[in-house]
């Protein structure tokens, strides 16, 4: 009897060690991969849908004309973006398929996502702050005499949005890092 409960209890015990838990980085790097794909999936099937329907309304409405073929053109080269998303995974994705079963992996993989996505935020800043300022020193007003004003608005409005606020990946790491904070 005392055997059988012995046994019982090593049963429980090597079974409930079995039973791993992943660990805060490892919970928020699937978070954040899973995140991405969704949104690569998305946006891959709305490419190739709007380069789709461009080609296909190029076909009925332009195909009587010269421009007929271009549109067909334009609307494989819509659709072909489209298609890359969704056949290359995310760096996220890519992350969490190398390093995902081990949590300082995962927590490095974290690391180095939030460097990229600040990294790539601030160099989207510079890139509108300077379409804002060459709309400012080149002015070209088309509809009306205010257009390169409105321009150089919404620019500098997106770099103040690139430079204000965080990307997905530093969000997902500043959340791993109050878990791990947490945890100890």
């Keep these: 009897m005392l055997t059988k409960r012995l046994v019982l209890v090593a049963i429980a015990l090597v079974s409930i060690s079995a039973c791993v838990h992943a660990g805060p980085a490892q919970d928020v790097l699937a978070d954040l991969a899973g ?5 690569r999936i998305v946006s891959g099937v709305t490419t190739i849908g709007v380069g789709v329907a461009v080609g296909v309304a190029s076909g009925i409405f332009l195909m009587g004309t010269e421009f007929g073929v271009y549109g067909l053109i334009a609307g494989g080269v819509i659709a072909v973006p489209g298609i890359v998303l969704l056949v290359l995974p995310s ?11 081990s949590e300082i992996e995962s927590a ?13 935020r601030f160099l989207s800043g510079a890139g509108n702050v300077a379409a804002g300022v060459a709309a400012l020193i080149y002015p070209i007003n088309l ?18 949005y690139d430079f204000l606020i965080p990307s997905r990946e530093e969000a997902a790491y500043d959340r791993y890092a109050a878990l791990a904070k947490e945890g100890t």
């Design 35 to 39: 995140a991405a794909r969704s949104e």
């Design 91 to 101: 760096s996220a994705e890519q992350e969490y398929a190398q390093s995902g079963q």
């Design 108 to 120: 490095l993989a974290l690391e180095r996502l939030a460097d990229q996505g600040r990294r790539d």
């Design 143 to 160: 509809l009306t005499p205010h257009d390169s004003l409105y321009s150089a608005l919404a620019s500098f409005g997106m770099a103040a």
